[in-house]
């Protein structure tokens, strides 16, 4: 099961999708584990503003690469190359994209959640 989401980026409407392969698409594509770099890009964005946060340029590019990741899940016609699917928009702020896709990937993580629960209920576990 997944869930989308379009979020608006410098005018243009992305689709993002969030799913249970999401993880192993991140791992397999950056060598790193989501999980781990979402709390590190949540825990740094603060209240979601510049003042508040400790975002470094390895957060920013741990944020351009879940975000490159899941736009890619959602449009499978995305460029192959993280930096020319960038290179697509002029700007966009990281303060207005990252709580969304972090919102995205909760109501994904619930989901598959109350799946597992529901599952256990029927199957008698």
């Given amino acids: 099961m997944s869930i989308c989401r379009k979020i608006e980026i410098d005018g243009q409407e992305v689709l993002f999708k969030a799913s249970?392969?999401?993880p192993r698409i991140y791992r397999l594509k950056f060598q790193r584990d989501i999980y781990k770099d979402l709390r590190v890009l949540e825990q740094s964005i603060g209240e979601g503003d510049e003042e508040s946060s400790n975002l470094d340029l390895f957060s920013l590019e741990m944020f351009e690469n879940i975000a490159y990741?899941?736009?890619k899940?959602?449009?499978p016609a995305i460029p192959?190359?993280?930096e020319e699917w960038l290179d697509g928009f002029n700007?966009?702020?990281?303060?207005?994209?990252l709580p969304q896709l972090i919102e995205l990937w909760g109501l994904n993580v619930k989901t598959e959640v109350e799946a597992k629960k529901n599952f256990a209920r029927q199957s008698g576990r």
């Fill in 20 to 22: 249970a392969a999401i």
């Fill in 69 to 71: 990741t899941m736009a």
């Fill in 73 to 75: 899940h959602g449009d």
């Fill in 80 to 82: 192959d190359d993280v």
């Fill in 91 to 97: 700007t966009f702020s990281i303060y207005q994209v």
